[in-house]
């Protein structure tokens, strides 16, 4: 598959982000039968064996669907954590070129060895990056596609104003861009493209949804927060990353003190950070509600639309 195949298998531009523990099967075979791209990372398997099972209902989704529109799902795609802390590295990799899953995104390393396997059944391989040094190396590595991790995405993220990051990037790289970064509408995904972007990667906005495996209270506080609800810290995970703010506070931490003793807690053998303590963007400042994921899909399509219409307004207006 190329990006351009990639692309037109879309309806519009957007991939759903994979998210630990709350993006399951249901959101992505959701976002897929509506035309943007869903994926998952294989860690929200319990185990290799449950990952398989995960890549069974989804195939299984997607071509009953087809066989039941003749309407041709957007692909799907699996994230790799390329790290020596991972054990199951290539217990999942192997299952990835077993099931030729169309997109892999890898996160904390990336290694032309996983690259080759991929492109060795037409798979496409994008990593995330939140910082130039890292995207030479995705680079050098002969992955499709870098996603710009920048200021403001949910999660793990980088410092940079996502414009600079993608500009920097290209100034070395030819392959696919992905910005990733409060992106929660059909206008913020073609401004996305505008700034030279080739998909939009959006995490936050989807938790908000019916088919997203996150708890009510979950998606009920990034409902109710604001940016200032977000605290970007390293106390949580050892990587600086975005999370609610309330969450970190209902675990007992004083985020005010962000004493080392009390983020402690977090990381200890009682811990369940990433279950507990809940990750989300600035984004958050523009969801109010919990949609399902077609209704939400369809809003995006119709501000995109939306958007692309007030553009050509405005070159139609250019007195030069």
Known sequence: MTITELKNRTQIPVIT???????GTQLVIESCKNGIIGTFPALNGRTSEDFEKMLNEINSELEKFEAETGKKPAPYGVNLIVNRTNPRLLPDLELCVKYKVPLIITSLGAVKEIVDAVHSYGGLIFHDVVKKRHAEKAAEAGVDGIICVSAGAGGHAGMAHPFALLNEIRSFYDGALIMAGSINTGQEVLAAEIAGADFAYMGTRFIATKECAASEEYKQMIVESGIDDVIYTDGVSGVSANFLKKSIELAGIDVSEKKEEDFSKLTGEHAKAWKDIWSAGHGVAEIKDVPSVSELV????????????????IQENLKF
């Open 17 to 23: 982000s994979p998210m630990f523990i709350v993006s």
């Open 298 to 313: 369809e809003r995006l399509k119709s501000e995109y639309k939306s958007a692309l219409e007030k553009t050509r307004i």
